[in-house]
């Protein structure tokens, strides 16, 4: 039997963890640059999409101008009142939306109230039973 003294199995011990602590931190950032690159990929693919879904809306928006043309054209000649009618009807919507999402965002909406009450509430029991 191949007996080593408690010195050296402690030495042997602190020397492998040490091994396996940087073996699982090597593969902890093999792991995250791998993540890191698919969010990269992800990121990049949604750029695209939403270029290319932007580009699909303007053309759709080219066409309701179109169509409205064609339906005002009875009382007017002028090229311009449709795409005036159509953006500022578009404008407005934007407007009323932009609104709306500021309105969300203001810092008193924010706070998280759930969380507020439940920590009142400990704070009174908590104060409730030290006196």
Do not use: C
């Amino acid at each position: 039997m191949n007996h080593k003294p408690v010195g050296t199995l402690l030495s042997d011990l602190a020397h492998e963890a040490t091994d396996l602590v940087r073996s699982e931190v090597a593969l902890a950032r093999s792991e995250i640059s791998d993540k890191v690159s698919q969010v990269g990929t992800g990121m990049e693919s949604l750029v695209t999409s939403g270029v290319v879904l932007l580009g699909g809306f303007l053309v759709l928006l080219w066409a309701l101008v179109l169509v409205f043309a064609e339906i005002i054209a009875p009382w007017t000649t002028q090229a311009w009142v449709a795409p005036l009618i159509v953006g500022a009807v578009l404008a407005l919507i934007g407007y009323l939306m932009l609104r709306s999402a500021t309105k969300r965002l203001r810092p008193a909406n924010l706070v998280p109230e759930r969380t507020t009450r439940s920590l009142r509430r400990d704070k009174e029991e908590i104060g409730g039973h030290l006196k």
